[in-house]
């Protein structure tokens, strides 16, 4: 027995701890760009964003991103005041900015490189928290969950043995939080003109490891 199996005489019970694990590879990227613009009045702001936005949707659209996985995921509009040392007025409102975040969803991720290059030509300053995921992370789960109870149900078997003692049904079963490890990137920014400070990546998107772990409780005959 393991630190994690337990026998209860209390409750004339026992219990096996199981582990599953499942290795595979990313099917989708997931990435924020986020549009900065600034003007005079809010108004100008705003148009320039929503301009620059659109431009980056068509952009997104035409490398086959679909509309549902174009979303935006913040919106701030504030004034820029200015601080000048020299000035004995109080800070005044010299104009305005606006940052728009959308969350692109890229499922041919052999385009990553390119949309990444892409966004930021057709209006993005910023390009950030670039990962890889699962689509259907249930299904994965779901399988990693079965190998657990797999691997539970034969330390049962096993040490029923060797215990020398009968098991009945099945009267408790946890499952805690599974876990998941996955290829992450640190941010890339761009310059406002659309030049990356850097080349751009050659993005590997490794492997994810899914683990579930559960437990189940048996009766003692």
């Known amino acids: ?12 019970t026992i219990s096996f701890s199981g582990e599953g694990k499942i290795t595979v590879k990313p099917d989708i990227g997931l990435v924020t ?23 980056v949707s068509d952009f997104l659209k035409k490398q086959g991103v679909a509309e549902k996985d ?7 509009l504030n004034p820029q005041y200015d601080y000048s040392p020299l000035s004995s007025r109080r800070p005044g409102i010299t104009g305005y900015q606006v940052r728009q975040s959308i969350e692109i969803k890229i499922r041919n991720l052999d385009k ?3 949309i990444l290059d892409g966004v ?41 043995k060797q215990l020398g003692i009968e098991l009945g049904k099945i ?33 590997s998107t490794g ?11 048996y009766q003692i005959k």
Do not use: C, H, W
């Open 1 to 12: 027995m393991d630190k994690n199996d337990r026998l209860s005489a209390n409750t004339n």
């Open 33 to 55: 760009a986020s549009i900065v613009t600034e003007a005079k009045t809010s108004k100008e702001a705003q148009d320039s964003n929503s301009k620059k936005s659109s431009a």
């Open 70 to 76: 174009i979303k935006t995921v913040g919106y701030n």
């Open 112 to 114: 990553v490189s390119s």
């Open 120 to 160: 930021v030509t057709a209006g993005a300053n910023e390009v950030s928290q670039l990962t890889f995921a699962i689509d259907d992370m249930e299904k994965v789960r779901a399988e990693a969950r079965e190998r657990a109870i797999a691997e539970a149900k034969s330390k049962a078997k096993e040490l029923r």
């Open 171 to 203: 009267v408790n079963f946890s499952e805690s939080g599974d876990r998941q490890t996955m290829p992450m990137y640190t941010d890339m920014k761009y310059s406002a003109g659309g030049t990356a400070e850097a080349p751009s990546p050659s993005i």
């Open 207 to 217: 492997e994810n490891e899914i683990v579930v772990n559960v437990s189940l409780t």
